[in-house]
């Protein structure tokens, strides 16, 4: 046994954990206020990393306004979305929202690759320290930067869904369109509120994956990364998800430390976490933290 | 008709939620060949002993016997082969289906051609079968007078045919005893009068033991042979309907003081002053 | 139309305000191709209770969904004639604007959400309130339904009457000018079928809400509303006052059940009978 | 009347990053090829370039497309759409050159007896295998562990996500390190997309690795880099032709300073060789300007492309018909064959019936990286000196019989 | 939406009531369609009739997606995946054990549906998405085992498949892969039809839409939730296999994740739980992008091409097309093709009254 190395990884897999944590949030939120999987979830990344990226480079943005201007075009963003391609939708059956969200996807991918070119960019220097040694192990500073941001995030939406009155309306939407509209919550305002904090949420996580690895077309496949993280935590629990996301990192961290000191199969770094993820299903079928659907008759 | 062999006995029941007793130590016994309803205030325990009749719910204590045999731990599907069918309270119909498919779903314990069978339609007789029960749901559909809506998908249906629907469906089990639940809520007059015949043809001419419950004072003194009583979990009371209307503890629990609907029903029917 | 009144359609007598609530002929359609209302008209005066009666599959739950809006979820079309509230239209209004006009539907089956509890069920209905008095008005639903007040779970785990009990208070959690309910009775034991119509009773005299009341207890609906319309197919075949439809022969014998104190008994029922059909 | 030519190319799927310059060069040549020397034989060349967005089916639908145009020969480009399109150009006789350079496609008679390698008489590359180009580079890490005066046996280890790609030289690298006495470390697996590899680095870090090989494409080469220059790995990383380049120097900055990798052209943009003017006037077809930079691949696809009219002039020479069995003729005709203006640039060839291993020449490259690569273009930052591609040294394998298809 | 059929067509048996095809002139057209199709290799070329093969092969793995999506209502987001081990299967049945490709093919099907049927265990007890991405989790893990098992797959360098044969008949080119095929859709999509309206059918339909009476009817929920995912996988194996036979070698690269997302686009454009809706949807998918490119070719060196400076951007708006029209298609025929072609087959049978 390799106890520092152990020690490092397991460090890792909490600071990567929490950026899964961030995504899976963001995915979420969507799902918690419409049952849509958003299968586009990477795209959001993906165009918050370029967008910021433009404003630092073409722009010359101090990265504070950069970042807060993409945040803002984000909101945006998932606001035009929602009224051009989710509110015609509604009321059409879940799986057809799901399958525009791989349309839109498939879209943005695309047109991102249109705008920006097919090259991976790096993203200017940002921190005056780009990293900092944690207990030993050396840490991107973004990552750090990204854990303080997904705690501020998830006691809010903590908040927001338990005590705020819009968060009930959400969650209404969810279980119920027509239900919700009855109560008079306007159905087309609760997508847009979800989707435009989704993609802001998910842009955040793309800005720091940006940063550490630079930008390309290949970073919304952390869209998909996230899916073991949402279901482990339960499709409906925000702070699940983040739990998930945590326990994700740390699988992959673990499955590699594993498989790198006996095993030596390669690739449980990737595999590890969807064979935890079936057996805790089976165990579990709603995930650690979701709850049950109401079975009455 | 006056028969003594219990079809249906249910020995100490109770069930428990959490916190929350939904029946305490309910026996009762359904005889064979009866109309036997269940009445008691909302949120007594009707529905959970339905559900724990039909297999729903398991109980936490007790037994439930059906035709001699115990089925307390008996899976849920083998229920309807023995001979229980059931319709819920709240609607549940298969919404996408057509009626006549809702009701031939209702004969999947009868059919015998599984997937192997079924996709050579023609050859190893599937054809065949499916006509022979069609037939028999036909039957069906003419005796609860759906014949309109056979094609209908069932989603689309007001909330009275579903109803019909839904009896329909279970009806195509050939059950022995048929658990009703609310049959006559959202019906008008009219509607429920034929809903009890239903009911009572069931009853007598297709033999069928009924266990009922209803919140119609009428139809249940009209056509029930027994009535059992729930408040809060326990029951407190059984016996024929005069007798269980007489006692002064229902009247207090379900009926509130007096029952106006079934001895005066001017009274209520004075408008209000305006 | 044949009706057996000879009151006009659109005035009750007892009202010659202009009505709060209007439907002049309006006709819906659903997806497109299935014609369910055919030029129905009804009006609701200010401060009253309007009791709609009829068949199973008359339109009844149609007629409440034009009016609160919710036809447009379920791909139906008012394709003519109008709504009006308070003078101004209301047909083709998106529902939630509706529901802030102050009109509140209690939808068929109750309609809760399952997966919160009866306090957040409660909340929601004041989803369109800002005031402050949230608190005290569940205190107020608390005290018309104390057994709400015992039940801390899910929503969706609360028996059926429970379940009622809820809805209705969730309506008047939105405080609303006029509540649609569609059978409010529906699976509510006689004690609560009383207490419930009581309670219509109630909020129409000391809270001044007007009731569009689909119910198929004629008996009770009567006797609560001051105004009844009896529709069958889509139509409206027979309107007037409450005392006049509950002792009209027809009502009599097809919604309330028999004539007069005697009642006619399910037990002796033909399998042929007669039927009555306005149209 | 054209002469019909298939390009394949990858400018919108999961390769496009190296995609886009290596057909931009492809399409060029041809271009400047109609233009300057009037096509082949005079005969125009109809080029028909088709983006498959990397998805290998598409590949396959297309290429029924071709196959009624009767193209005479096709410019490919993937890993699985060329393996899958193996057995249709060897039935239908349509050389196929291809932007795989997997050893398996080198078996031109099927002669190796390994398992798995099939014949492929009509897949041609320009430039060294997969397999090849790392036991240059492996061979150059022997000596360099020897001249940095190295204590004991180098470790070595490849990276790399399972894939066809990737683990295409695999074998033949672990099997050559071992014989010049490395230690060979048990494999490291990465996704071929982007993501947090400190995991994979740290493991390196620990194993104690020397030399490492980086086998998939760029992105996610380049997020494995920095993760290991964060977490202060120090191990000499040799790229692959796909996983490095001036795009992906660029991307990575500092962290991609001093890896090694094949160039498969004997110079590279802004050099001075002989063929230079050609290369210039065919990237002024596409950019009129000529201040555009042009990286590796480009140029890589000029070479591909100019065999392919060369052996479709030989075709053509003396009144014959270009057909595609003529073609692959072509491609045998000549000894250390350099297309013609190109000297200096494209590396000679070599192609016989039984072997298409083109060249065995390679040469190593090493990239350097000063100071901060995100502001400006690549153009800008080589011009600058920023980066800066150095060439290390060209490494000639033996012919040997055994390596071949392997 | 009540069934609409013609005014004039008097049934008098319940075996009428229940044909497939209800009325004469649809037989008729059925008929017309086949002699149309066995003769189209005598009039297309390689290109179109490679289009034909892979619609049908798509369309058979995407009705076996339907069987799952559609009937039974649980998301797979691993059909890919199942597709792959179908087309390995095969390779490898082959190969081992020279059984003839002909019965390698439905071999391979039924390994797949045993694969499916462990993968599909969890379903017993997992409901809508969270099954979803336990099918997730089954095309990560399947794609990793198509890697790691050289034995079975050939590894990552992939395996060369033999054509189909029959008795001598080597159907190695698309003129004659065509018929095979076509008769292997004919097979797999009259037994779904079948299928859908037997028993097995109906209880599939029922647990989707209320579970819990469903089960009150005697209906084994486990057993019919385990048995969809057989049955999806056992035609994604099939159509897997006829693909490894039509491309003739088969690699871990082609079954991504990707794939599966489009079986899932050809299933709901197609038309959730319509049979033939799932061959309109991969037609739909197939063509797609073919349909983009020609316009995109049509326009290349025009007047619109020099505007937008289309050149190098056009693979962009390709793919942006492909998104687009999904969204649209969603938005504007949101019941799928399926719809849309019994609204045109409405139409014609009211023509001239289609008010
Ligand atoms: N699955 C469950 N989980 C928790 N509590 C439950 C569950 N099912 C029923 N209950 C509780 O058990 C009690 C009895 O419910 P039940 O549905 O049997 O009443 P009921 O007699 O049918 O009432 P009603 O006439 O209103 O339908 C109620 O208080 C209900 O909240
Ligand atoms: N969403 C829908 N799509 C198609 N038809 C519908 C829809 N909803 C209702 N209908 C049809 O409209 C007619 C009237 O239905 P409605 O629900 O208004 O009746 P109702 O008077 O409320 O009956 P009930 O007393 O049974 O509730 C019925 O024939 C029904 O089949
Ligand atoms: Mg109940
Ligand atoms: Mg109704």
Known sequence: ?????????????????????????????????????????????????????????????????????????????????????????????????????????????????????????????????????????????????????????????????????????????????????????????????????????????????????????????????????????????????????????????????????????????????????ILILLVKPYGLFGTKNIERV | MEATTPILAAERVSLRFGGVRALTDVSFEVRKGEVFSIIGPNGAGKTSMVNCISGRYRPTEGRIRFDGQDITRLPTRKRAAIGIGRTFQNLALFGHMTVLDNIMVGRHHLLKHGFWTGMPFWLFGAQREEIAHRREVEEIIDFLEIQHVRKAVAGTLSYGLRKRVELARAVALRPKLILLDEPMAGMNLEEKEDMARFILDLNEEWGMTVLMIEHDMGVVMDISHRVMVLDFGRKIAEGRPEEVLADPHVRRAYLGEADEVVSEPEEAMEPVES | ???????????????????????????????????????????????????????????????????????????????????????????????????????????????????????????????????????????????????????????????????????????????????????????????????????????????????????????????????????????????????????????????????????????NLKSYKRRKRWL | QPIPVGHLMDLSGATSDVGTPFSQGVNDAWAWLNRTRNGVNGRQVNVLAFDYGYQAPRAVSQYQAWSRERVVAINGWGTAD??????????????????????????????????????????????????????????????????????????????????????????????????????????????????????????????????????????????????????????????????????????????????????????????????????????????????????????????????????????????GQVSGERVRDGFYARQNWVPKGFEGVCAPSTFTKDDHRGTLAVSIYRARVSGDTSQGSVGELMQAGTMRLEPVKTVTLDRRADWLGW | MAVMTPAGDYRTSYREDMTIFPTRNSRLALWLGLALLCAAPLVLGRYELGLLVNIGIMGIAALGLNILVGFTGQISIGHAAFFGFGAFASAWLHEQFHIPVVLCIPLAGFMTALIGLVFGAPAARLKGLYLAIATLAAQFILEDFFARAQWFTGGVAGRITEPFELFGWRADREESFFYVVLAFVILMFVGAANLMRTRDGRALVAVRDHYLSAEVMGINLAYYRTLSFGIASFYAGVAGALYAHYLLFVSVEAFTILLSIQFLGMVIIGGLGSVMGSLMGAAFMVLLPEAVQMVADALAGGAIDRALRLGNSISFLREMTIGAAIILFLIFEPDGLARRWRLIKAYWKLYPYSH
Not at chain 3, 153 to 161: C, R
Not at chain 4, 206 to 229: D, E, K, P, W
């Open chain 1, 1 to 277: 046994m390799d106890w520092s190395l152990l020690l490092q990884l397991t460090l890792n897999g909490l600071i990567v954990g929490a950026l899964y944590g961030v995504v899976a949030m963001s995915f979420v939120l969507i799902y918690k206020a419409s049952q849509v999987v958003n299968f586009a979830q990477g795209e959001f990344l993906l165009v918050g990393a370029w967008v910021c990226w433009w404003l630092l480079t073409d722009w010359q943005l101090p990265f504070w306004a950069g970042f807060l201007f993409t945040l803002a075009f984000m909101t945006l963003f998932g606001m035009i979305l929602q009224v051009v391609v989710l509110r015609p939708l509604i009321g059409e059956p879940v799986i057809s929202v799901i399958m525009a969200t791989i349309g839109l996807g498939i879209f943005f991918q695309a047109l991102m690759k249109w705008i920006f070119g097919v090259f991976a960019k790096p993203f200017p220097p940002i921190f005056a320290a780009e990293q900092v040694s944690v207990f030993g192990l050396q840490v991107q500073t973004v990552y750090l930067m990204s854990l303080g941001i997904s705690v501020l995030i998830m006691a809010g939406f903590a908040w927001f869904f338990t005590a705020s009155k819009h968060g009930l309306a959400m969650r209404a939407t969810a279980f119920d369109q027509q239900v919700a509209q009855s109560l008079g919550v306007s159905v087309p305002k609760v997508f847009a509120m979800s989707w435009a904090i989704s993609a802001v949420v998910s842009s955040v996580a793309g800005v720091v994956v940006g940063v550490v690895n630079g930008v390309s077309s290949a970073l919304s496949f952390y869209g998909i990364k996230v899916f073991p993280a949402v279901i482990l935590g339960g499709l409906d629990s925000v702070v699940g998800a983040v739990l998930g996301g945590l326990i994700v990192g740390l699988l992959e961290n673990w499955a590699q430390y594993i498989d790198a000191e006996w095993l030596n199969w390669g690739n449980m770094y990737t595999i590890a976490p969807f064979y935890a993820l």
């Open chain 4, 82 to 319: 060329t393996e899958a399109l193996v057995r249709f150009v060897t039935r239908d006789k349509v050389p196929y050159v291809s932007g795989s350079y997997s050893a398996a496609l080198t078996d031109a008679g099927g002669k190796s007896g390994r398992q798995g390698v099939e014949a492929a008489p009509y897949n041609f590359f320009y430039g060294p295998s997969y397999s090849d180009a790392l036991r240059a580079m492996l061979i150059w890490a022997a000596e360099d562990w020897k001249a940095k005066g190295g204590q004991g046996r180098p470790k070595y280890v490849h990276m790399g996500a399972n894939h066809p790609y990737p683990n295409s030289p695999k074998a033949a690298g672990e099997a050559l390190a071992a014989e010049l006495g490395f230690e060979v470390l048990p494999a490291i697996v990465f996704a071929l997309t982007p993501g947090d590899y400190t995991a994979q680095c740290l493991t390196l870090r620990n194993q104690g690795a020397n030399y490492a090989y980086l086998g998939n494409t760029a992105g996610s080469n380049i997020s494995v880099l920095r993760a290991c220059q964060t977490a202060g790995v120090n191990v000499q990383f040799m790229g692959n032709v796909w996983g490095m380049d001036e795009n992906a120097m660029k991307a990575a900055g500092a962290a991609a300073n001093g890896v090694v990798f094949p160039v498969r052209t004997q110079a590279v943009w802004g050099q001075q060789a002989p063929g230079m003017a050609n290369v210039q006037a065919v990237s002024r077809v596409s950019d009129q300007s000529g201040n555009a930079y042009r990286p590796v691949h480009y140029l890589a696809g000029i070479c591909s492309a100019m065999l392919v009219a060369e052996a479709m002039e030989t075709a053509a020479a003396n009144g």
């Open chain 3, 1 to 267: 139309m044949s009706a057996a009144l000879e009151t006009a359609v659109t005035a009750p007598a007892v009202a010659p305000a202009p009505p709060l609530l209007e439907v002049n002929n309006i006709e819906v359609v659903y997806n497109d191709v299935i014609l369910v209302l055919r030029g129905l008209s009804l009006a609701v005066p200010q401060g009253r209770i309007v009791a709609l009666l009829g068949a199973n599959g008359a339109g009844k739950s149609t007629t409440l969904k034009a009016i609160s809006g919710l036809l447009k979820t379920e791909e139906g079309e008012v394709t003519r004639g109008e709504v009006r509230f308070g003078g101004e239209r209301i047909d083709g209004t998106d529902p939630h604007l509706i529901v802030r006009k102050g009109i509140f539907q209690v939808m068929e089956g109750r309609r809760l959400i399952a997966d919160m509890t009866c306090l957040e069920n409660l909340r929601l209905g004041a989803f369109t309130r800002s005031d402050n008095e949230v608190k005290r008005d569940i205190d107020m639903v608390y005290s018309y339904f104390p057994r709400l007040k015992e039940r801390t779970g899910l929503a969706g785990y609360l028996s059926g009457g429970e379940q009622q009990m809820l809805a209705i208070g969730r309506a008047l959690m939105a405080r609303p000018k006029l509540i649609l309910m569609d059978e409010p009775s529906m699976g509510l034991s006689p004690l609560l079928v009383k207490e419930v119509f009581s309670i219509i009773r109630k909020l129409n005299e000391e809270l001044g809400i007007t009731i569009l009341l689909v119910e198929q207890n004629a008996r009770m609906a009567l006797s609560v509303a001051s105004y009844g319309y009896v529709m069958e197919q889509g139509k409206v075949v027979l309107d007037g006052t409450a005392e006049a439809l509950a002792t009209n022969e027809d009502v009599k014998e097809f919604y309330l059940g028999g004539h007069g104190a005697e009642r006619k008994s399910f037990k």
